[in-house]
C-alpha cells in the first residue's frame, strides 16, 4: 500500500495470546503437509498396528470370543512390558520415517528465502520461532506414538480391573516418558539439519545417517579400540537401553543406563547450540 494514500488503519482486531503465538506455524504448515495424499496416506497407515493391537487385547480377555475363534489362550501374546516394548519400538520407528517425510524442509526453506527477519521483526521471538517448527512434528509423532498407546493400556486396564492398572502403573509412564524422549531426539536432529543442510533430499539422508551410519561407525571404534564405548554413538541403542528399562524388559545392550540418559541430553544439547548458531534475524556475509 502506497504511504501517500495514508489509508492504512491500526489494527483493531482480538490479538493471539502470547503463550499461543507458537501454534500460528504448525496451523499453516499442515496444509501443506496434508496436501500430499502420500503423506496423509501414510499417517493413516500408521495407527494399523494399533488397531490390530486392541484387537488382540479385547481377544486376551474375552473367553467367549476365544472360544468362537476356536484360540486358546495360550497362543494369545502376552500383554505386558514385552508387548508394550514392542509397540513402542513398531510406532517408533513409523514416526522416524513420518519425520523424514515431512520434517527437512521446516527451516531451510526460510533461510533459503531469507524469511527469518519476517518472522523476527513481529513480536514473535526466536524461542516462539524454534517451538513452533518443533511443534509440527512433536504434534504429529504424538497422534502416533503415545496418544494410541496410552489407549491401548487404558483398553487393557479397562477389560482386565484397575487392579491390573495399579499394578502395571510403570508402563504407562514407560509409555509417556519413552515417547517423549524419542520424540524430542528426533524434532531437535531434524530442525538442527534442516537448518544446515538447505537441500531437502540431502537432509532427509543425513537423517538416516545419523541413525544408521553412526551405528556401524560405533561398531568399528569397538572393534579397534576393543572397547565398548563406541556404543554410544548408536542412537538406537541408546533408545534401546532406556525402552528396555523403562518397561522393565532385559537388555542386551551394552550401554548402562545412565550412560544413554547423558548422551541423549548431551544430542539434544548440542541441537539447540546449532539452531541458536543459525537462528537469527540477520545473516552477515563476508
Known sequence: MAVYRRSYKI???????????????????????FAS???????????????????????KSNARALEMLSLPVSEIIPIDGTFFLTMMWIQGSLAFFLTVFTGPGLVSMDLSNNALPLYLCRPFNRTDYVIGKMSVTTILLSLITWVPLMFLWILHSSLEGWSWAWQNLFLLSGILLGSLIWILILSLLNLAISAWVRWKPIAGAMLFGIFFIGAGFGE?????????RGT????????????????????YTQVSVGNAWAMLIFVCLFCLFMLTRKIKAYEVVN
Open 232 to 251: 554410544l554413538l548408536n542412537l538406537q541403542q541408546l533408545i534401546e537401553t532406556i525402552w528396555s528399562w523403562l518397561f522393565r524388559v532385559p537388555d
Open 220 to 228: 568399528a571404534v569397538n572393534e579397534i579400540m576393543v572397547t565398548n
Open 37 to 59: 495424499k502420500m503423506v496423509t496416506g501414510y499417517f493413516v497407515l500408521c495407527f494399523v498396528p494399533c488397531l490390530i493391537s486392541s484387537v488382540l487385547i479385547y481377544l
Open 11 to 33: 489494527f483493531n482486531g482480538p490479538y493471539t495470546p502470547t503463550w499461543s503465538r507458537f501454534l500460528v506455524l504448525p496451523r499453516f504448515i499442515y496444509q501443506d503437509v
